[in-house]
């Protein structure tokens, strides 16, 4: 099993939709957890960070932390075409990645379709 | 704020030859620094821990003489890499953790390397 499993998609919705995307882990240990947004071969962009389990929101985005079911969620409201990239969840044991960098899942492909 | 740099953005050689990257961070202080490969439809894979000061902590599989990695200041690191072949054409991005604060990591745009 590997440490993040992330689907990979494409996962195509139309604009204005709310998108869920998810990541489950299988490492106890992981207490950080972040979400980025890469768009076509540019480097990923810091979207959300979270420390343990909960929610956190920012304008159109809300991630969830559920450490019980080692389970992470991103959720956009609103969705817009410019929000078509990659997603990314990563995590690690400590602040910023700590000595281990940081564990990242495979990245959702999300089209936001006009 | 949070700006990492990548120089250069895109770079061809021919097999045989050495190319050097370059990451800064450039309105922060990053002690470290990290080096991911992206292959296409690809997770980011962590090659190298690089920190100031001293030498590069690599992960298991990737060759240390083939990837060299200098952290010289507070702001820069290079990640050189050898003798280059084909096989190593890939996108190379690095990340820079803020020494202050949550210590976040902030990624480079990339660079892509295409060896001929």
């Known amino acids: 099993q590997k440490e993040v499993e992330q689907d990979p998609g494409p996962l195509s919705v139309p604009e204005g939709a709310i998108v869920s995307l998810n990541c489950t882990y299988s490492n106890s240990a992981f207490q950080y957890f972040m979400w980025y947004r890469q768009y076509s071969r540019k480097g990923p962009e810091l979207l959300m960070y979270t420390y343990s389990s909960g929610n956190k929101e920012d304008g159109r985005f809300t991630a969830q932390v559920d450490k019980s079911s080692k389970y992470i969620s991103l959720f956009i409201r609103d969705s817009q075409p410019s929000d078509s990239a990659t997603y990314l969840c990563?995590?690690?044991?400590?602040?910023?990645?700590?000595?281990?960098?940081?564990?990242f899942g495979k990245g959702t492909h999300l089209i936001i379709q006009p | 704020g949070a700006v990492v740099s990548q120089h250069p953005s895109r770079v061809i050689c021919k097999s045989g030859t050495s190319v050097k990257i370059e990451c800064r961070s450039l309105?922060?202080?990053?002690?470290?620094m990290f080096w991911y490969r992206q292959f296409p439809k690809k997770s980011l894979m962590l090659m190298a821990t690089?920190?100031?000061?001293?030498?590069?902590?690599?992960e298991q599989g990737v060759e240390k003489d083939k990837f060299l990695i200098n952290h010289a200041s507070l702001t820069l690191s290079t990640l050189t890499v050898t003798s280059a072949h084909p096989e190593d054409s890939s996108f190379y991005i690095c990340?820079?953790?803020?020494?202050?604060?949550?210590?976040?990591?902030?990624f480079g745009p990339g660079t892509r390397l295409l060896v001929l």
């Open positions: 309105d922060f202080q990053a002690t470290t």
């Open positions: 690089s920190n100031e000061g001293s030498k590069a902590t690599y």
């Open positions: 990340s820079a953790r803020d020494r202050q604060g949550l210590g976040t990591q902030y």
């Open positions: 990563a995590m690690s044991r400590y602040s910023g990645g700590g000595a281990d960098g940081l564990t």
